[in-house]
């Protein structure tokens, strides 16, 4: 069984930064695929970030690119998504998941069979 708790929400200005933090309760972390989520309210889970097991593949969604950067210490079993510039529209619930295909740097929600519980983000304009 997977357990994810996401940590280091909170209220930033329009340009600030935010380190949010993912820790896994699992026997080997780096057997998972693992991607961050966000859901606005009224919107659907877009996807934000992932990362592969060994922490050597990443993806971006492309309104995040260049602003955003995931990363992962899997001898801490911490997953982390480090945001700088933040803006208005990053405004949104985020979630990590884990993917149990470790190397697929899934997209789609469906895709990842754990997710924790999220953590707000509120970006002030």
């Known amino acids: 069984q997977v357990q994810l708790v996401e940590s280091g929400g909170g209220l930033v200005q329009a340009g600030g930064s935010l380190r949010l933090s993912c820790a896994a309760r699992?026997?080997?972390?780096?057997?998972?695929?693992m991607g961050w989520f966000r859901q606005a309210p009224g919107k659907g889970r877009e996807f934000v970030a992932t990362?592969?097991?060994?922490?050597?593949?990443?993806y971006y969604a492309d309104s995040v690119k260049g602003r955003f950067t995931i990363s992962r210490d899997n001898a801490k079993n911490t997953l982390y998504l480090q945001m700088n510039s933040l803006k208005p529209e990053d405004t949104a619930v985020y979630y990590c998941?884990?993917?149990?295909?470790?190397?697929?740097?899934?997209?789609?929600?469906?895709?990842?069979?754990?997710w924790g519980q999220g953590t707000q983000v509120t970006v002030s304009s």
């Open positions: 998941a884990a993917d149990i295909i470790q190397w697929r740097l899934g997209t789609r929600p469906e895709q990842y069979a754990h």
């Open positions: 699992v026997r080997t972390f780096s057997i998972y695929g």
């Open positions: 990362i592969s097991g060994s922490g050597s593949s990443t």
